[in-house]
Nanobody, 128 residues
Framework: QKQLVESGGGVVQSGGSLRLSCAAS????????MGWFRQAPGTEREFVAS????????FYRDTVRGRFTISRDNAKNTVDLQMDSLKPEDTAVYYC?????????????????????WGQGTQVTVSS
């Protein structure tokens, strides 16, 4: 069964760091573009970052660019999100996502409807 499982969430103070990890159940995910979304209470789910299958092309929403880094290790079937200089506004449930087709990722903010596989999410809380 194709599954994505996130880990690494927690509570940190503003300015701190967290590293999220997404474990893919099958090696076929290495052929797909992947990424991260997040959703805060009372808000819509929003795009955070994306990465292509090879891991050499990434894109970030403006509010996290320069602070977050998405990466992947296809040998380990994992995708990570390194989050530095965290702000209270980053507080949300973070979801690992994957496409179902092979191709290059577009250099733009993505819609949640462009992804076919979703993890259950991991909570990130940033205090002031």
């Amino acid at each position: 069964q194709k599954q994505l499982v996130e880990s690494g969430g927690g509570v940190v103070q503003s300015g701190g760091s967290l590293r999220l990890s997404c474990a893919a159940s099958e090696r076929t995910f290495s052929n797909y573009g992947m990424g991260w979304f997040r959703q805060a209470p009372g808000t819509e789910r929003e795009f955070v970052a994306s990465i292509n299958s090879r891991g050499d092309n990434t894109f970030y929403r403006d509010t996290v660019r320069g602070r977050f880094t998405i990466s992947r290790d296809n040998a380990k079937n994992t995708v990570d999100l390194q989050m530095d200089s965290l702000k209270p506004e980053d507080t949300a449930v973070y979801y690992c996502v994957a496409e179902s087709g092979v191709g290059r990722i577009p250099p733009r903010v993505r819609s949640q409807y462009e992804y076919d596989y979703w993890g259950q999410g991991t909570q990130v809380t940033v205090s002031s």
